[in-house]
T-cell receptor, first 116, second 111 residues
Framework: DAGVIQSPRHEVTEMGQEVTLRCKPI?????LFWYRQTMMRGLELLIY????????DSGMPEDRFSAKMPNASFSTLKIQPSEPRDSAVYFC??????????????FGPGTRLTVL | LAKTTQPISMDSYEGQEVNITCSHN???????ITWYQQFPSQGPRFIIQ???TKVTNEVASLFIPADRKSSTLSLPRVSLSDTAVYYC????????????FGTGTRLQVTL
């Protein structure tokens, strides 16, 4: 298995533009997580899905952020409109079991987003 | 939500044993304790997970006292390649939980 795949690896955009980040989880994993990492706040969970259904989106910072999982092999995180404070590394992770049990999450390489 | 506290940074020489302690005073009954390792420009990587007492795998040991209010990650005989950030993660029972890695412990291993 190729592991969790994220695209693009780097994204530079201007304030106000729409940004879409993509993730392909490991096949057979029922859980998918989106994280954001910054120097100030560390690694924060934004949202996670179980069997394509969003379970907890309490970490999504505001309405400008949205996430979807149309099928078991694909998820997107969209920011519209983007702002400079959204600049961060965004990680996608997947796991076989959920966060309430023995849970090894496999992380993708991340997308480094820069909003000018 | 079980908040965790770790040292910001630690230094070690190659070949030494390194112990990183994490405090989690309000850990819930159903919470597991998990440690991840992150190298620069990479996503975190799972190291070990436990619920109580001691857990050991091929890369580390995890010691959890009876009250479970803290845990210690032990790395035997570290090498330069163990230089990374280590995160202690506690949680997360139930579906309305929030997983927070925090800022972790930056371990620097030198010769």
């Amino acid at each position: 298995d190729a592991g969790v795949i994220q695209s693009p690896r780097h994204e530079v955009t201007e304030m106000g533009q729409e940004v879409t980040l993509r993730c392909k989880p490991i096949s057979g994993h029922d859980y998918l997580f989106w994280y954001r990492q910054t120097m100030m706040r560390g690694l924060e969970l934004l949202i996670y899905f179980n069997n394509n259904v969003p379970i907890d989106d309490s970490g999504m910072p505001e309405d400008r952020f949205s996430a979807k999982m149309p099928n078991a092999s694909f998820s997107t995180l969209k920011i519209q409109p983007s702002e400079p404070r959204d600049s961060a590394v965004y990680f996608c992770a997947s796991s076989f079991l959920g966060p309430s049990s023995y849970n090894e999450q496999f992380f993708g390489p991340g997308t480094r987003l820069t909003v000018l | 939500l079980a908040k965790t506290t770790q040292p910001i940074s630690m230094d070690s020489y190659e070949g030494q044993e390194v112990n990183i302690t994490c405090s989690h005073n309000n850990i819930a009954t159903n919470d597991y304790i998990t440690w991840y390792q992150q190298f620069p420009s990479q996503g975190p990587r799972f190291i070990i997970q436990g619920y109580k007492t001691k857990v050991t795998n091929e890369v580390a040991s995890l010691f959890i006292p009876a009250d479970r209010k803290s845990s210690t990650l032990s790395l035997p005989r570290v090498s330069l390649s163990d230089t990374a950030v280590y995160y202690c993660l506690v949680g997360a029972a139930g579906t309305a939980s929030k997983l927070t890695f925090g800022t972790g412990t930056r371990l620097q291993v030198t010769l």
